[in-house]
């Protein structure tokens, strides 16, 4: 009997195949024109939420290595119609095959299609990286593009898929894949302080 496919070998098809998520993502999305806004809350799905992230990813590294690792992030995130965006910062940990790799970063979601609970994203990030060993070793910078598909099952939590492209200057272009999950808490805003009340004169 053959052995199943390994996940290394289903994520670097992933990143060689990208537009197979294409029909996966319409089906997902073909109800979201339906759908009314639902009114906004203070967390959560609706809401501004302040997020916490931790993802999975691959990618595919020179000379057909993958590269597997961690990122951990933190932001801000609005979906209550105001702005459907968000703002973020991570750290990223990667290796494999004797490469190592480390960056920090910055990167901006804009909620494009979907509903609040389903939202489809696209994504732009802009990091620095040090590598360990050559091609390109030593400290580089990129650019990235890509979408995410995520999915709220309750109003703090959140797991998605993201698909990145990134630029490197000077290293190479390669696809990101990752698995997301994500924790949102009650981002407090501030209100205008209240003047004291007037004391009236007899």
């Known amino acids: 009997m053959a052995n199943p496919p390994s996940l290394g ?3 670097r098809r992933a990143t060689r195949f990208p537009l197979l998520l ?9 109800y979201a024109e339906d759908e009314e806004k639902p009114s906004e809350i203070d967390w ?3 809401g501004v939420s302040r997020i ?5 990813v691959a990618e595919d590294d020179a000379d057909g290595v993958t590269l597997r690792g961690l990122i951990l992030g933190y932001g801000v995130r609005d979906q ?4 459907n965006c968000g703002l973020g910062a991570w750290l990223a940990v990667q290796s494999g095959h004797g490469q ?8 901006y979601v804009r909620l494009l299609l979907g509903t609040q609970r389903v939202p489809f994203a696209g994504r732009a990030s802009l990091g620095v990286e040090d590598r360990r060993h050559n091609p390109h070793s030593g400290l580089v910078g990129f650019v990235g593009l890509g979408f995410e598909l995520g999915f709220w099952p309750w109003k703090s939590i959140q797991f998605a898929i993201t ?3 990134d ?3 000077p290293a190479y272009t390669r696809n990101v894949v990752g698995v997301v999950f994500r924790l949102a808490t009650p981002y407090a805003r501030s209100g205008p302080v209240a003047a004291p009340p007037e004391k009236s004169i007899q």
Not at 52 to 56: D, H, L, S
Not at 80 to 83: F, I, P
Not at 100 to 107: K, L, Q, S
């Open 52 to 56: 916490f992230a931790a993802t999975r």
């Open 22 to 30: 294409v029909p996966v993502i319409v089906v997902t999305l073909a």
């Open 167 to 169: 630029f490197g200057f």
């Open 100 to 107: 190592r790799v480390i960056g920090v970063g910055g990167e």
């Open 80 to 83: 209550s119609g105001e702005c």
């Open 44 to 46: 959560g799905p609706y």
């Open 163 to 165: 698909f990145d492209r």
């Open 9 to 11: 070998r289903c994520l």
